[in-house]
């Protein structure tokens, strides 16, 4: 049957996990109704010293009393509880008791969070994502249990899984899958006052471990890492992988209906991975601006859990501000914090003495998200899909049923072109033959193509026995003549990596512009392009035209400022040149009849000039120099004579424009006189 859906090969995913402990359980019987919170203390290295003290058994963890008694907090030895405490380096048990009954939850149509947190180093992509190739982390374990989940999952369901994966970085959202994007996060309010979504937002559908892990593999390409004081390998942005699994009831005669009683469910697992928060570190301003916004993400992160378990504890009926919109990180987790899923959070501790601060900062946002309100609701609708297809996110939404109508109607046109009568047309011997029923395989075999890959988008659960019974799918790749020689899952899976990469070519190709097919069209659309490059030349060539003269003349007006300035100041420096000489002679001439008038003075009485004047015409008060009470001009002649010299010196070396204006029009009329 052309497009049957794909049966998940239980041996070839239980070879991948090499782990095939995973048991679905239908039965919601670990339903958390709070936050799961556990602590991690990062193993230490050999020369490292442990601040902690732990009892695995009642999952308590304590400072070491030497280190509680140097600090200052009272309640610096206190000892505290958690749902569970891990100090090795195992992610199995971490794994099977914290997130495995939430990937549980996940195929049961919960949605489900779960994410590290802690400062920088202390081991959270350790814990997500696993150490390098042995201890798979969380997200793994995850991705192998929900496929595993899906081969058991009951012969009369059948599944679409797909993923995407995003980074926060500087307070940006980038699509690690397509990062020429730029995606962003706008309400959703048809899911309800606090949802959101997030686009554009490449999803990937999924059929196996395997493709997940190759669209990881991409995705961390794109991601930014850099080197912390603790990490050479730190994450500086936060990560959050997101798995969608749908699945509906499978229904013999109407597979493509989504008819009421189907029981369709939409479930979103979300596992993030937190960029470290870390103290002032000394690399370059981008660096430290990069600390800074995860440290402020982080920052609005406990707010929002601070609000959240607030509300908890007073148990206030109407909901108090929760500051989701403070940053990208809690607007993308509202969906998941608001209530509608369940959440495991791993604490992780780095055991550092000198981390101590951190640590106890990490535990206390432990213990507030502890408090944290669950109250989930599977995402189980019965057949009436039409609240999932208005969604804003439409395109990703309800995806098994949109398919489904689509194969629908795909395979209706199969039949009708198969029923179409062939209509005979005479052949003549001069021409080939043509007859109308020569289109007929094109068109099938496209019809076909898009059937069989829909086909190996969608997964049908069920044991392995059921699907050797089951039809194979006519493969167009088969058509073209490739051979088989891969296991199924291989082939599917470069099938799915073509069709990817088709889309992807699609998309570039539809930014183009395309050139018509016939040779006039084209000639016409070129000789169009060339007049218009053509008429923005002449357009260029007036503009510098019509602004050349403008240019020329302001530039002429300048340099005329500047001349005329130039001028001036040859001027200027011509008349100083001139005061000066004048002042000197002035001076000089001053001198030389002071003395003169000193000696007149000396054996007789004063002269009765000098007289006449005193004491406004003391030599130094006509030189403008002050008098001086203690040097009489008749008191000593050669003390006054002394005292002239050094006014003339200092006026002399001053140049003032007071004291030559004196000596050219003062003191000469006084001389005259
Ligand atoms: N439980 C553990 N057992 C063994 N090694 C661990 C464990 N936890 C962390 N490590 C090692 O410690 C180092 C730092 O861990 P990791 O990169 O996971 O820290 P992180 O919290 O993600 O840091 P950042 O926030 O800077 O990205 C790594 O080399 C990792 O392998």
């Not at 406990?302 to 109407?318: F, M, N, W």
């Not at 969604?391 to 199969?414: H, I, S, W």
């Amino acid at each position: 049957m052309p497009g049957a859906a794909q049966r998940v090969d239980v041996a070839a995913v239980e070879a991948e996990l090499g782990d095939s402990s995973f048991v679905l359980d239908e039965i919601d019987a670990d339903g958390a109704d709070s936050v799961q919170v556990h602590l991690r203390l990062r193993p230490t290295a050999e020369d490292e010293e442990c601040a902690w003290r732990t009892t695995l058994d009642t999952a308590t963890i304590m400072l070491d009393p030497g280190i509680a008694a140097k600090k200052l907090q009272p309640n610096a030895g206190m000892a505290y509880h958690f749902d569970g405490l891990h100090t090795d380096s195992s992610n199995a048990s971490l794994y099977a008791s914290l997130a495995r009954p939430l990937v549980q939850s996940v195929l049961r149509g919960y949605n489900a969070l779960v994410f590290a947190y802690g400062q920088t180093a202390s081991g959270k992509t350790f814990t997500l994502s696993g150490g390098a190739n042995e201890e798979p982390g969380i997200i793994p374990r995850a991705v192998c249990d929900i496929f595993q989940g899906i081969c058991q999952g009951s012969s009369k369901r059948e599944y679409l899984v797909r993923l995407s994966y995003l980074e926060i970085w500087n307070e940006i959202v980038k699509d690690l899958l397509d990062p020429t994007s730029t995606p962003q996060v706008r309400d959703d309010r048809r899911r309800g006052p606090n949802a959101v979504f997030i686009a554009p937002l490449q999803e990937e559908i999924v059929s196996s471990p395997s493709q997940v892990f190759d669209l990881l593999a991409r995705g961390e390409e794109n991601r930014h890492i850099g080197a912390t004081d603790w990490n050479e390998r730190s994450s500086r942005s936060h990560t959050c992988l997101k798995i969608t699994v749908e699945s509906w009831e499978r229904d013999a005669l109407h597979d493509d209906e989504a008819k009421v009683g189907r029981h369709y469910r939409i479930s979103e697992l979300h596992l993030i991975d937190l960029a470290g928060s870390e103290r002032n570190s000394f690399y370059s301003a981008n660096r430290r601006a990069e600390g800074a916004n995860i440290n402020k993400s982080l920052l609005s992160l406990s707010k929002v859990i601070y609000a959240l378990s607030e509300r908890q504890a007073t148990g206030r009926p109407a909901p108090a501000h929760i500051p989701y919109r403070d940053s990208k990180l809690t607007r993308i987790l509202q969906n998941s914090l608001n209530g509608s899923a369940r959440v495991a959070v791993v604490c992780t501790l780095n055991p550092s003495p000198a981390m101590v601060e951190e640590s106890l900062g990490t535990i206390n946002f432990a213990r507030r998200i502890k408090h944290v309100a669950v109250r989930a609701q599977p995402n189980e609708f019965d057949g009436d899909l039409s609240v999932l297809v208005g969604a804003p996110c439409t395109e990703t939404q309800a995806l098994l049923a949109r398919y489904r109508a689509e194969m629908g109607a795909l395979r209706a046109k199969v039949a009708s072109l198969q029923q179409a009568p062939r209509t005979p047309t005479p052949s003549t011997p001069d021409s080939a033959p043509h007859t109308p029923t020569q289109s007929k395989p094109v068109s099938l075999d496209a019809l076909q193509a898009r059937l069989d890959q829909l086909g190996t988008l969608i997964l049908r659960g069920g044991s392995v026995q059921e699907s050797s019974a089951a039809p194979h799918p006519v493969s167009p790749a088969k058509r073209r003549g490739f051979t088989f020689d891969d296991p199924l899952p291989r082939v599917q899976e470069k099938l799915h990596a073509a069709l990817t990469k088709i889309g992807r070519l699609e998309r570039a190709l539809a930014t183009r512009i395309m050139l018509p097919e016939m040779a006039d069209e084209k000639d016409r659309l070129i000789g169009d392009l060339l007049q218009q490059v053509r008429e923005l030349e002449v357009v260029c060539q007036a503009q510098r035209e019509d602004d050349a003269p403008s240019y020329e003349a302001r530039l002429d007006e300048a340099e005329e400022k500047i001349a005329a300035r130039d001028a001036f100041l040859e001027e200027l420096t011509v008349e100083c040149a001139r005061l000066r000489r004048a002042n000197k002679e002035l001076v000089l001439l001053a001198h030389q009849e002071t003395a003169r008038m000193v000696e007149a003075a000396q054996p007789k009485r004063r002269s009765p000039i000098m007289s006449l004047f005193a004491p406004q015409l003391r030599p130094a008060t006509v030189l403008g120099m002050a008098p001086c009470a203690s040097t009489p001009l008749q008191s000593s002649p050669l003390r006054a004579w002394k005292q002239h010299k050094a006014s003339i010196v200092s006026i002399d070396a001053s140049e003032s424009e007071s004291s030559s204006d004196l000596s050219n029009s003062g003191l000469a009329e006084l001389l005259e006189e």
